[in-house]
């Protein structure tokens, strides 16, 4: 098996691994990430495809701190300083113009780079040991689940990298937040485990969300997106025996107690949602949580996992 403890002398595997062009699997604070160098393109065009993800959906790169940043961005309005000194590390991805370093393999094409500081000690060590910024996609097929602990990876994924780095359980679960700042005013492209208002308080001012790819591109073609095997539909409350996640009265191994707090509920989502999809189950009911800011993204999930 290559998925190993994160001992200095596994980092450093992984790290030689990167800088040879090789392709890792890390731990970060949101969830697992397909890790190679952002700056080579053949390791890049690897990424893609042992995650049958489409050309021109770009990648997030990893750097160790706001002091790196010059070494993938162009240029950057005062705001990102502010966001950074309160997010980063942590899961807000910005979205910048890129420097001519940063391959179009890794941005899809774009003149624009997406970049997040991970607040994972293991992810950290992994950037400063290969000295690199590091492209990572969600470490799931395209389309999947992603996985929020070693477990939860794919065999397919996992038989593909060279190592897996074995951080144990993600903190947070859900993916960063995806903040585009080369704007007049910043817009979400993707909520994520930062929530609206969190960064509304720093800008300011009201946030806007802009309409997902497939509204804007190509139509239907990332609808189902973070998905388990089995079916998911919203529902109001479970029938007695339906499998699925519920706020109160869970009977039997296939209802789930979920919490009521947010951070909580998004941290046990994905690592649920696979846990049923092992036990067999082909539909999954989730009864709709609670409206509010603080449940956006666990909505947004949600919705683009039961859509067909
Ligand atoms: O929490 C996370 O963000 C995890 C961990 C591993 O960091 N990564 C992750 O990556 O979720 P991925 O590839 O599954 O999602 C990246 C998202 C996609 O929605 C992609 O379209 C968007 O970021 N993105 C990346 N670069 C972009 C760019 N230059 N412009 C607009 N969107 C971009
Ligand atoms: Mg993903």
Redesign the pocket.
Known sequence: MNVVPPTIENVRRAAEAIRAGGVVV?P????????CDATQDAAVARVFEI?G?PDE??????IGGLDQLERVALRWPPIVEELALRFWPG?L?M?LP?RPEVPYRT??G?D???V?V?DHDVALALIDEADRPIA?????PFGNL?PTSAWGLDDAIRTQVELVLDGGDCA?G???T?L?LTGEDPQI??L??VSRGDIQAVIGRPLGIVPP?AVRKSPGMYRRHYAPKASLRLVERLRPGQAGLTFEGAEGPTQVLMPRDPVAYAANLYSTLKRLDDQGVDEIAVVVPPEGLAWEAIHDRLKKASAR
Not at 57 to 62: A, K, Q
Not at 136 to 140: F, K, W
């Open positions: 890390m970060t604070e949101t969830v697992y990430g397909l890790a995650k993800r959906n770009p990648l997030i790169v990893h899961p991805t979205v890129k941005t899809g774009l624009t780079v997406a997040r991970p990572a996609p969600s470490a799931n992603s947070l859900l993916e960063s995806v585009d492209l993707r994520g485990s790819p």
